[in-house]
């Protein structure tokens, strides 16, 4: 389901170790493009469960050459931090969803416009782990 038509302005960052501080992954961003995070140019989200981290671009920038230049960088290479551009995709995972709850409420939340507003055309619930696959009709859904 991935599709190659847009470049992509998101970066995930792998081998996050636990040790490692936001405040640190955000100096090391700023340093290799340049960019600030207190302009809004970029935003970093945390995900510790995988040892990750997204790297989300605001602006017109080439996250393929951002990830190059992370993946030489020596102080990314002295973490064994390597990054690498993030597909699009038009199928999410939701997760915490309350048993019981009807594939058509799924459908109806993220079809309104304040959640996103794009046609879902699946809905794959996953009842033993209180979760959803949600297939849109194209990647801009789920941004």
Do not use: W
């Amino acid at each position: 389901d991935s599709q190659e038509s847009l470049p992509s302005t998101v970066v995930v960052l792998e081998n996050v170790q636990e040790t490692v501080k936001d405040c640190m992954l955000i100096m090391l961003v700023e340093n290799i493009s340049g960019l600030s995070e207190d302009d809004g140019d970029f935003s970093v989200e945390m995900i510790p469960e995988i040892h990750a981290a997204v790297v989300t671009f605001t602006g017109n920038i080439a996250a393929g050459e951002f990830a190059s230049k992370l993946n030489q960088n020596h102080r990314a290479k002295q973490q064994n931090i390597t990054a690498r551009c993030l597909e699009l995709t038009r199928r999410i995972r939701a997760e915490n969803i309350p048993p019981n709850t009807p594939s058509d409420y799924i459908t109806i939340y993220f079809e309104s416009k304040k959640n996103g507003g794009a046609q879902v055309v699946d809905v794959q619930q996953l009842p033993d782990e209180d979760a959803a696959i949600i297939t849109f009709s194209d990647h801009k859904g789920n941004a």
